[in-house]
């Protein structure tokens, strides 16, 4: 599949935090779902953790257009599925790849 992304699911799988850099600024994320939206659009709904946020809150629910993602780092620290996590889909992510 060509909108896979093994970084991206692997550290969906194993519930490993990400580094990576978006619109050219440091973020670290806990992934949750990663998939197509409904225009074919990779998508990544993650908790941030710290960095920057063009909302101005750092910690909370995004939801990352990834053709907007550089470096992806993933990084040896676990983390927990966040509460209010919906196992049931999400309707920005239709089609998805891989999820907790």
Same mark, same amino acid.
């Given at each position: 599949?060509?909108?896979?992304?093994?970084?991206?699911?692997?550290?969906?799988?194993?519930?490993?935090?990400?580094?990576?850099?978006?619109?050219?600024?440091?973020? $670290? %994320? +806990?992934?949750?779902?990663?998939?197509?939206? &409904?225009?074919?659009?990779?998508?990544?709904?993650?908790? @941030?953790?710290?960095?920057?946020?063009?909302?101005?809150?750092?910690?909370?629910?995004?939801?990352?257009?990834?053709?907007?993602?550089?470096? $992806? %780092? +993933?990084?040896?620290?676990?983390?927990?599925? &966040?509460?209010?996590?919906?196992?049931?889909?999400?309707? @920005?992510?239709?089609?998805?790849?891989?999820?907790?």
């Amino acid at each position: 599949m060509k909108y896979m992304n093994k970084k991206i699911c692997f550290a969906i799988r194993n519930k490993n935090r990400l580094k990576i850099d978006y619109k050219g600024t440091k973020r $670290i %994320i +806990e992934p949750h779902a990663y998939g197509l939206d &409904r225009n074919n659009n990779e998508k990544l709904r993650a908790f @941030q953790v710290s960095g920057f946020s063009e909302s101005g809150h750092s910690n909370g629910w995004k939801l990352f257009n990834c053709e907007n993602i550089n470096n $992806i %780092i +993933e990084l040896s620290e676990s983390f927990e599925v &966040r509460p209010k996590y919906s196992y049931s889909g999400d309707s @920005q992510i239709p089609n998805i790849i891989c999820m907790i």
